[in-house]
Each structure stands twice: as structure tokens, then as C-alpha cells.
């Protein structure tokens, strides 16, 4: 949808109070677009040193949403590797960044409930035809 880690605090800001309890659970999926774009807009730079002010800002949305609803479940997801070859320049960058994730989550101050490895499941095309499962990496 185009939309980077500033643009989630006007989601934050409407979620409903009333929805604040421990069977709520919140997934965050969000950093991809600012990497392509810092990328796209840097074509020729190949230090990933900006990750650490994006990651630092995707952490005070964490907080924003552990603050808008405290007693919630917070589930992280990772950022899925398109094997594309207009893609490829970017895993470099998006394995730093899922590490910083890992990271992250693991870290039990941080209150992370999990982290949904999406790169494990997005990362192949599965195609059903005639009752023949077809993988393309």
C-alpha cells in the first residue's frame, strides 16, 4: 500500500481503547517501503548504516502501540525476499533489517509476543494445477 513507518502512528491513533486486553493481538508489518525507497532514492549508496535511524524509528511505533494498548499481544513480522532479479538488490539490506527484528523480539524487555517469519512463507510461488503443486524460487 506505499505506506512507511510514519504513517503508522494515524493507524495507531484509531484503534479503539475498548479492544485493549490480552486476546487482542496486534501484527506489525511495516519498514519495506522505507527501505525500497532509501534504496530507489540511492542507488549508488551501499552503506546500510541507515538502517539503524529507520529501526530506531520503527521501535518508537512499537512503543506507541505497547502504550496505546498495553495488555495486547504484539507479533512482528519480517520482510519477505521477492526472488526477482529487480528485487535482488535489496536482500542484502532486507536480511539486515530482519535481523535487527529478531533481535528485537527476542529481547525480553521488549514485550514481543513472536515474530511471524514471513520471509519463510512469502519467499517461494506455489502454483496448484491439476493436483501438481508447482515451487518456483
Same mark, same amino acid.
Given at each position: 500500500?506505499? $505506506?512507511?513507518?510514519?504513517?503508522?502512528?494515524?493507524?495507531?491513533?484509531?484503534?479503539?481503547?475498548?479492544?485493549?486486553?490480552?486476546?487482542?493481538?496486534?501484527?506489525? $508489518?511495516?519498514?519495506?517501503?522505507?527501505?525500497?525507497?532509501?534504496?530507489?532514492n540511492?542507488?549508488?549508496?551501499?552503506?546500510?548504516?541507515?538502517?539503524?535511524?529507520?529501526? $530506531? *524509528?520503527?521501535?518508537?511505533?512499537?512503543?506507541?502501540?505497547? *502504550?496505546?494498548?498495553?495488555? *495486547?499481544? &504484539?507479533?512482528?513480522?519480517?520482510?519477505?525476499? =521477492?526472488?526477482?532479479?529487480?528485487?535482488?538488490k535489496?536482500?542484502?539490506?532486507?536480511?539486515?533489517? +530482519?535481523?535487527?527484528?529478531?533481535?528485537? *523480539?527476542?529481547?525480553?524487555?521488549?514485550?514481543?509476543e513472536?515474530?511471524?517469519?514471513? $520471509?519463510? &512463507?512469502?519467499?517461494?510461488i506455489?502454483? =496448484?494445477?491439476? +493436483?501438481?503443486?508447482?515451487?518456483?524460487?
Open positions: 500500500d506505499g $505506506s512507511k513507518i510514519v504513517d503508522v502512528y494515524s493507524q495507531i491513533n484509531e484503534i479503539p481503547n475498548n479492544i485493549d486486553n490480552k486476546i487482542t493481538t496486534v501484527f506489525l $508489518s511495516v519498514g519495506g517501503n522505507d527501505i525500497l525507497e532509501y534504496v530507489e540511492n542507488p549508488n549508496d551501499t552503506n546500510e548504516n541507515i538502517l539503524q535511524p529507520m529501526f $530506531s *524509528a520503527y521501535k518508537k511505533v512499537v512503543n506507541s502501540i505497547k *502504550a496505546r494498548l498495553p495488555n *495486547a499481544n &504484539i507479533v512482528l513480522l519480517d520482510i519477505y525476499y =521477492l526472488d526477482n532479479l529487480k528485487y535482488k535489496y536482500h542484502n539490506i532486507i536480511e539486515k533489517w +530482519n535481523k535487527f527484528i529478531y533481535n528485537y *523480539a527476542t529481547d525480553k524487555q521488549n514485550g514481543i513472536a515474530v511471524l517469519k514471513i $520471509s519463510n &512463507i512469502l519467499t517461494y506455489i502454483i =496448484l494445477i491439476n +493436483n501438481v503443486i508447482y515451487i518456483y524460487t
